[in-house]
């Protein structure tokens, strides 16, 4: 009985990964509309994907068929998704720079603390997932160093087991902070890009607010307070703040 359950068991991871590694049908005619250069077709099939799996991979094929239709805001807007999905992988910023070029805007971000910045960049070294095994597989490997530190007559042993014991303490906690920070921003709904031409921002929460500056598709916003029915407040990386139409925009 338990030799045919580990059986099952197998037989059911293996069904897992052969359907992870064969892509589906509709993965392959995306694809196949892409290369032949048909983007309005290949927006429509990867948008229906999405539905399906929002994968960092989708989310980027997204914004490379939205960026061949120039529709520069909805690019953006994916590949934003797509790098909240996968903060490490270095092509989706690149591709992100490159559209962000393209848009109107060009907003001069305030400066922030230099240990906000390392630590930022830091974090997107990995994946959420390889920040989790790191973690996992250094706090297990001190465990280790501890049973032979306390196992060995050694002086010597004593001493490299106990400062690498320490060592591998300190990565174990700062993985699970990158861990935690990755996630946290993955599950977080505090920011959006506007995808109209162009919105006036307001004053007050009212068309006939002050009119204080546009903004035009394309450029990012984070959200400050959004409980109001129609209307956001939000803010700019320059630190200009205001009230715009919670349609103008749409959640990262």
């Known amino acids: 009985m338990i030799k045919r359950n580990i059986l099952s068991l197998s037989l059911a991871f293996c069904s897992l990964l052969l359907q992870a590694a064969i892509p589906s049908e509709l993965k392959i005619q995306a694809d196949s509309a892409y290369a032949r250069a048909d983007y309005e077709t290949a927006v429509k099939l990867y948008s229906e994907l999405v ?26 807007l994916w590949f934003e998704r797509a790098l909240k999905l996968n903060p490490s992988d270095k092509d989706i910023l690149t591709n992100l720079e490159l559209v962000r070029t393209k848009t109107i805007d060009k907003i001069i971000p305030q400066h922030e603390f230099i240990l906000f910045t390392y630590f930022r960049i830091m974090t997107s070294w990995f994946s959420l997932n ?5 973690a996992l597989l250094s706090f297990v490997f001190m465990l280790a160093l501890l049973l032979l530190f306390w196992a060995s007559g050694s002086v010597f042993v004593r001493k490299l087991t106990f400062s690498s014991t320490i060592v591998l303490l300190l990565i174990s906690v700062l993985s699970n902070v990158c861990a935690l920070q990755q996630r946290n921003f993955m599950q977080s709904h505090t920011s959006g ?27 990012k916003v984070d959200i400050l307070d959004s409980s109001l029915k129609e209307w956001c407040e939000v803010s700019i990386a320059d630190g200009k703040v205001g009230w715009i139409p919670k349609k103008a925009f749409d959640l990262i």
């Open 51 to 76: 539905e399906e799996n929002m994968t960092s991979d989708v989310c980027y094929n997204l914004g490379c068929a939205y960026y061949r239709i120039d529709d520069i805001a909805h690019s953006v």
């Open 130 to 134: 390889t920040w989790t095994v790191i």
């Open 193 to 219: 890009i506007i995808t109209t031409p162009a919105v006036t921002v307001k004053s007050t929460p009212a068309d006939n607010g002050n009119d204080l500056f546009v903004l035009h598709e394309g450029s």
